[in-house]
């Protein structure tokens, strides 16, 4: 009884999510909006109906996949998600890899397009991302594709060399920060408590190719981080959230003036950080703005100069 109740309580929540993400949309953009139209209809019917026969039929684990396919429709809304749903989800990474196809009514250049491999090592680095995306991100934590192009963008455009990165997992976004920095001659120090995922990072970042840019480091980061020197150009916070004031006391007069810190869930477990939001929005040397709130959130604050 209890265990249905719960079940059906989870049914309930995800579909709740689909109803806000459309009125969310709602208030977006057209191309944003056409996104929407082409998540609802038969679609998400068939979606509706393969989760009710997984409810039905007391099938957990078909009921987490589904779930899991939701919660990336949902993070990938701009037309990078999973392309597992059923047709007209819009492509999906898998498919991502091949050029684009063409965009939403913006002549070819809409959002929606997946990362257009520059070259071989690209494309095989976007590939693993992809495979990674797809067959290991349960459990992972991982960040989103829309936030992963965010930080190689900013790498390159910063031209960064070093970055760090608080919570490694299986190196997902590790690995979207050496696309950057393949490009920039930087390396990535990411630290991570969990031997399983940082196992599993070492193996991702070699058949990734970029395991010369990482840096591993295991162990609890509150203490590993007094080794790191500076200058840091980024800095990504992406762990225990009540710790994030700490890695901030300890690691920003690390941070070069004119670098960034990042922090990741900040729409999601912001309630768990509020002294860290309360401190990088309150302190004059620092700017902040909040990126992807729609998504699990990402705070962006610069350290003046
Ligand atoms: C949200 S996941 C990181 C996801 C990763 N950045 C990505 O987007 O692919 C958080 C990771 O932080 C690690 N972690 C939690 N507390 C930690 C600590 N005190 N020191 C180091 N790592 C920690 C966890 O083991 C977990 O792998």
């Not at 056409?34 to 039929?57: F, I, P, S, V």
Request: hydrophobic fraction near 35%; glycine fraction near 14%; include cysteine.
């Amino acid at each position: 009884m209890v265990r249905k109740g719960v079940i059906g309580l989870l049914i309930v929540s995800v579909i709740s999510g689909f109803v806000l993400a459309q009125q969310t949309g709602s208030r977006r953009g057209a191309a944003d909006r056409a996104a929407q139209g082409r998540m609802g209809g038969g679609m998400m019917d068939d979606w509706l109906d393969q989760l009710d026969k997984a409810y039905q039929a007391n099938n957990r684990e078909e009921m987490g996949k589904l779930i899991e396919q939701f919660k990336q429709m949902r993070q990938q809304r701009g037309g990078m998600g999973p392309g597992g749903i059923g047709p007209g989800m819009g492509p999906g990474m898998g498919q991502g890899m091949q050029p684009p196809q063409g965009g939403r009514g913006l002549g070819g250049a809409s959002p929606e397009n997946a990362p257009v491999p520059q070259d071989d090592i690209e494309k095989k680095i976007l590939a693993v991302l992809d495979d990674m995306r797809q067959n290991q991100s349960r459990g992972m934590m991982n960040c989103s594709v829309e936030d992963g192009r965010f930080f190689r963008i900013l790498v390159e455009s910063m031209n960064a060399k070093t970055v760090v990165e608080i919570g490694t997992s299986n190196g997902y976004s590790g690995i979207w920060w050496c696309l950057g920095l393949r490009k920039t001659g930087g390396r990535l120090i990411t630290h991570d408590i969990d031997k399983n995922r940082f196992d599993l990072a070492t193996a991702n970042f070699k058949r990734a190719g970029v395991s010369e840019l990482v840096q591993q480091v295991f162990g609890d980061a509150h203490e590993t981080v007094a080794k790191i020197e500076g200058p840091i150009d980024i800095l990504f916070l992406d762990a225990d959230k009540e710790g994030y004031m700490d890695y901030l006391e300890k690691l920003l007069p690390k941070v070069r003036p004119g670098g960034l810190i990042l922090a990741h869930n900040t729409t999601n477990a912001g309630r768990s950080m509020q002294n860290y939001l309360t401190a990088i929005t309150t302190n004059k040397d620092l700017e902040t703005i909040f990126v992807h709130k729609d998504q699990q959130g990402v705070s962006v604050t610069l350290k003046k100069r």
